[in-house]
């Protein structure tokens, strides 16, 4: 399976196309659509989720609401190109509207502009824009719902929001339930606090970040490899998951923690009991040696605060050479919550593309037999 | 630029190809042999590394010590399949001689066994082994080479072991002079109360990990991109730290503190200086949107400590289903500086790849005036 | 660059997505949209074309006619659509409707048929369907339009028509001066001949097929490699042509006749002039040891007759086991000139991928510059 | 599963890296060996093959005779590198021994002179030398032996020698019976015309070319996939032959002669029998809509005469620019047998890999059962 992202933040809209589907799986669209909104939800986001009400439309690769093994060709909308066609238009335009000639330290503005021997980055800023996760938000859901199908489940939770952080630990049914609270939290006296924080940051014009975790729930032992770098389980949610805008770090079951403990304390021991290889705790987040262990896959990954700041920050006029305050451009306050649906998504996308790696298939019955027949 | 590694931990050896350098590249292979004998170096290190006497052979790709263009081919010997030949051979060998058959918790054993329908995990713990990072150390040197001619470098230290941390801040200067330490740690303190940890903890039959911090110089901005998930810099970087043997997290920049600053304690401002764009720090690690900004590279990650303890862990025997303590196997107390070396070894694959693909060049020189032309 | 098409036959459109393309090409839509309107003309074509009007939609990548490095997406909506929604939607739709249960020798749909363990071959046909290479002609005419800025061309004729046969030897001016004549032959008296032929073809319900010969013009030598099997470049363009529906052959330069001769007849003697190495002859075709070797390249291809005729042909309803004759569908008689402009497409991007791989370049300017310097 | 081969003509060895291999495939070495001899022999062949006994080496990926799943390396050593090491070593040896000035016309040393700004051929010729043929005969007897235990057999044979040409049809069985005949030809009176002819042509210092036939047999429908390009199993076949040294055309089925019939004469009628659809003939040999459609694969392929002449070529000496003779280099006058086998063993690769991205399959067993259970 091989996903791939198209669009830009103020174009027509954004695109997913998937390839290497198998046949036959049964697409609920509203199920898309929902994790859209979610996408879109979690207090702190701005005005551009005003503007938006992001549903898919489904432009080839289905009929009948099931897959066809055909590419499918996932759109959603930016709503806000009306607005923005006199500048964005891929006929003809004014390049001159709405430049970005005051880099956003943080940004991709800088390094855009440089690289691409730009005038200003409006090019750069419009791909790099994390409008472009929604891509990975509809295809996400479709891969969800062929591993639903084999009893494989994907969540999360916002487990900090700036220095509110949460060090609770959570079972899957627990994070299940709150998945669709206002910020994600598990913990609702944190949760309070962290709305405090957001909103007394968006009065100072400042942004927020977070930590979030995702959890991988029914993936059998052995999927990944060791053999080979390209099939190394770990190595693939590392890179889906710092690809996704403002992620800064990843680190799977103990992660950072691991470092500092001994063998003894880090490992998880092995048990035999009711025909199964079990391990009396978690400490590897299900994966071992590059390979789904038959655990729980646990993953934390960290936003940075978003870069563009309602009060700017110290930067430079690329017309002119002199020190200016960073262009203001629309944004969120703290987008955990969304970021959060976001790095579900990529990890459906990973564990899916995993699976029929080692399955194939030309159908999802196909490979619904075939995940059954796994010890 | 694509690098292949393969080979076993108890076999004939291991090996590393890689296809698409330039032409022209000089190789120093004591250069190359140096830095494999910094992997085989550091306090902990266990009894194989007595057995061995890593040194590269080139089969093919270099001429009178340079690249030819056509695939290269480094073999790094294992001395120790002499004495292991009897079970590992790729022609006749009893199976049966050093089967194993209590998988250790932490490696690939148990995983492999059920993946692979295996009586034993002989054949993935000979793949998974750590062994294997001597391809990349041999690999990432011959790019580190291409790299320095175009002022591009890469160090690294240890940052901490175990519970030993080290919160300084250095300059790659202080680092590169350090780097051949006998633990690779910055403070003499500090390293001295990490010796004294290992020898306890050896003591004890138990092992230790740490936390690896790895810097590139010189690189322009640019590199990498924002416009595809597959060309981002951070996600490329992640892919390949991840994979490493035992790595469980790995951050760039700030990483997981970032999650708790707010936006303007966590960007780096922009100033132009001497016709150069500049920053007053350094957060976010050298890589914004996906690209090179022209800072220093900073990427941190976590190692958890080996799986392999003298004093085995509780376990299960396959062939009987019985608890049993895991299978003893050779292994190092704490390898933590064999895997700076490594690190180092992929981060040098990683950026010379992103220069590749966007400077193309069929040789060397080509490489060096494109990269001179860039801004 | 890399090139992925989505969509099917009936369904909402067909897509090209191309990643990896410079920023700051540009774009003529209206020479896209005329090289659409070439591949529905030529004699011979059937109701289909009556129907659709094919234009772009360009949604993604482009500014103001220029390139911004973000992929591209091109659309060409299939104005059938509308008649075809009722079994064809992605939504709800009756999957009973224009079942294609008599499958079509020649054509995908009975291998599909038991690949995807179908009812019937609609899902397979649709994707099958030459509809597609309407794709390649939208991604191909945006590489030409860069390789023209380069100074490279490609064009192309039709050789043969059936037994109708071409076997003057003609110089890259001429043919691109006829290159829009109604079958795209260049002897006259050949092409009237074809007309007729394809008027009786027709009276009879049956097909035609033909020879194209493609030649790309101005490309330097040394694109491609005698290194990697992947770099290959007469490799790659016989994927690109043998991958396009109903060629069932492909040579390059002298070809089959090739394999008749003498070494000494067959090779293009080397001579130096006004500081330039040129040849004698072209019977390599441009191409040596798997790189362009500065001459024309010369590649032609053997296109089957259709395999959907007026009178149908032997086959089995997949409902009954029952001998039935193959189910009419909508088709062309000849399509002959429609895939000289897709082979020409598939040829374009096919050079632009080694061009880019070669030079690398974040700009079209960059890429001017650098190929310039080429010798 | 991926191939990587490397190595040059003259140097240590060849090489060929397998991933992607299942566990437990049974590895017959001899026969290995064998399909390597049978790549020396054939009426024809020059002094190299007096010097080389070729037999493989197994590095990694194998015990005790079995796949591992982990990497296989497969070496073939050069005897002859002890007469070369003087200019060939990758230490210190001297490059101006044994320069290649003379550039060969239908060779890669013109070209690649071009593309490396290189002095003399050798670097170029080294690598682009059908010396790395022998890599993919011993991969492709890999890749045979986990077919031939599903059932699927590859055979060929010399169609053509020069113009001596056979126009019959054969059968699977009747192919493999002849397979080791000394120019695998099937017809006894044109072989030994074939040989008279190849005399004559030595004498001369001339060479000859010719064309190959392959066939697939037992390979159920479906494999390959009309869904993506990259799926295509007509047009990777394409690719691995094209990519193969001095082939010039391949076809599939009638191939070029497909482009004279009219659709009824060339499509292959579907009947039901036994529980089976079958067809009358076989003119798309065994590829529709880019998949296998259950019938025996046929391909042929040109070989052009080889470009190294004992009496050499017209050609320039680069180091004066005036006129010479092409640099007098050992080579054979024919070598169709040789290639015969090349394109039997690239064949067996693509074909196997085609298999196990369909079926995935962890294990040789695995795949048996998922293969057994295809309709």
């Keep these: 399976m091989k996903i791939t992202t198209a669009g830009e933040s103020h174009g027509k809209g954004i695109f997913a196309v998937i390839e290497g589907l198998p046949s036959g799986v049964e697409l609920d669209i509203e199920t898309i659509n929902f994790e859209l909104s979610r996408r879109q939800s979690g207090f702190g986001r701005g005005e551009r989720q ?8 489904i432009f080839s690769g289905v009929r009948n609401r099931k897959t066809t093994a055909s590419p499918l060709v996932l759109f959603i909308k930016n709503l806000d190109y009306e607005n923005a066609k006199g500048y964005m238009s891929p006929e003809d335009c004014d ?11 943080g940004h991709a503005d800088l390094a855009g502009i440089q690289k691409f021997s730009l005038k200003d980055a409006r ?3 419009e791909r790099a824009s994390a409008r472009e996760t929604c891509a990975h938000v509809a295809a996400g859901s479709v891969a ?5 199908s084999l009893g494989v489940y994907v969540t999360g939770y916002v487990r900090s929001v700036g220095d509110v952080a949460d060090a609770g630990e959570y079972s899957f049914g627990e994070i299940e339930k709150k998945r669709t609270s206002s910020l994600c939290m598990m913990d609702e006296g944190k949760e309070a606090q962290a709305i405090k924080l957001i909103e007394q940051v968006k009065e100072e014009g400042d942004t927020l970040g977070g930590v979030l975790e995702i959890r991988v729930k029914g993936l059998k032992s052995g999927f990944g490899s060791c053999m080979t770098a390209a099939e190394k ?7 889906a998951v710092m690809g996704v805008q403002a992620i800064k770090g990843v680190e799977i079951g103990l992660g950072f923690s691991d470092a500092a403990k001994k063998g003894s304390e880090a490992q998880d021991a092995i048990y035999f009991e009711e025909g199964k290889y079990r391990r009396k705790s978690n400490h590897a987040g299900g994966i071992e040696g590059g390979m789904s262990n038959g655990e729980e896959i646990v993953l934390r990954a960290a936003m940075k605060p978003l870069p563009s700041l309602g009060k ?11 020190a200016a305050i960073s262009q203001r451009v629309r944004s969120d306050v703290c987008a955990v919550t969304a970021c ?3 790095l579900e998504s990529v990890v459906c996308e990973v564990i899916l593309s995993a699976v029929l790696s080692r399955l194939g298939g030309d159908t999802a019955e196909e490979v619904r037999t075939r995940y059954g027949e796994l010890q």
């Design 50 to 57: 005003r503007i938006e009400r992001d549903k898919v439309e």
């Design 95 to 105: 390049e001159e509207i709405e430049k970005l000639t005051k880099p956003r330290p």
């Design 123 to 125: 090019n750069v800023a």
């Design 144 to 148: 969800r719902m062929l591993l639903s």
């Design 233 to 239: 389980l770990d190595a693939q949610l590392a890179f």
């Design 312 to 322: 700017g920050l110290p930067s430079v006029d690329i017309e002119t050479g002199e």
């Design 340 to 342: 959060e649906v976001v």
